[in-house]
């Protein structure tokens, strides 16, 4: 079952940049998409990735380039250093080849050294904050846009890919309007008015290109964000039920339990000991 995850930009920059969350190991991020073009560039260690159904397994001086509205998991099964780079589809506005569409190379297995330089520079750059250092990230960030239309776009798609991106473009819209407005009794018949579709064919949308059924869909995001609160602490149990749109505590320990396989308050007791906060 798929996700849609939604990116916001570093403030005062036209990207997200960031060193992977799995960097320890022993980690795996679930399938998900987003509008989002982003880079996976390993600098130690290894990765897997899933897209699509194909299998690619990256090593030190390799990258990954995920396309908008591609669905992709990510595994870390070793501990890794990998700087993750997210770029706003609007960036390659001037290169689309159809509406809203612009298409990259995977390129499996490619080691291209000018280009891992360049985002391991930008990250080094962005991590000393040197004076200038916004503008040095501009330069090298526009560097790395130059090389990704030059070398890695991709024209000439026949019709059906066209028309899935398009569907998992409507998906995007839909799924962030969904995060907008989760914590409500939020329907499938409701968004379907929203979006002026009939209910089942919103649904088949859901099944066939993002792999999940609406209900999962909207029960995932209301978990992650009652993952947020309890990681946050300021809320009890049933305080973070009811603000994430389930009915009570009863029906959150039982979502909770399923997807974690713990319930809310063991989570919330063993992230209290991992930073030696006490009752």
Known sequence: MASHEMILPE?????????????AG??????????????FAVCGGELEFWIDDRNWHLTAGEFMIVNSNEVHSVDAPVPNETVVLQIPLKAF????????????????????????????????????????????????????????????????????????????????AITSYMKENYAGDL?????ARVFGYSPPYLSRMFRRFAGINFKDCIQNMRLEFALKDLDNGKYSITETALRNGF???????????????????SYRETKRQEMGIKR
């Open 247 to 265: 009915s009570g505590s009863k029906a959150f320990a039982r979502a909770f339990r399923k997807k974690y396989g713990m319930l809310p308050s």
């Open 93 to 172: 506005e001037d290169y689309f080849t159809a509406e809203q569409f612009i298409w990259f190379s995977h390129e499996p297995g490619r080691r291209d050294e000018r280009f891992m330089e360049l985002v391991r520079e930008l990250y080094q750059v962005y991590d000393e904050k040197q004076c200038g250092y916004d503008m040095k990230m501009r330069s090298i960030f526009f560097h790395i846009l130059y090389y990704l239309v030059r070398d890695y776009r991709v024209t000439g798609l026949d019709e059906e890919f066209m028309r899935k991106n398009r569907n998992m473009a409507r998906l995007s």
């Open 11 to 23: 403030t005062g920059f036209p990207f997200k940049l960031f060193l992977f969350e799995g960097a």
């Open 26 to 39: 022993n980690y795996r991020r679930d399938m998900h998409w987003h509008r989002s073009v982003e880079i």
């Open 187 to 191: 329907s499938l018949e409701e968004v």
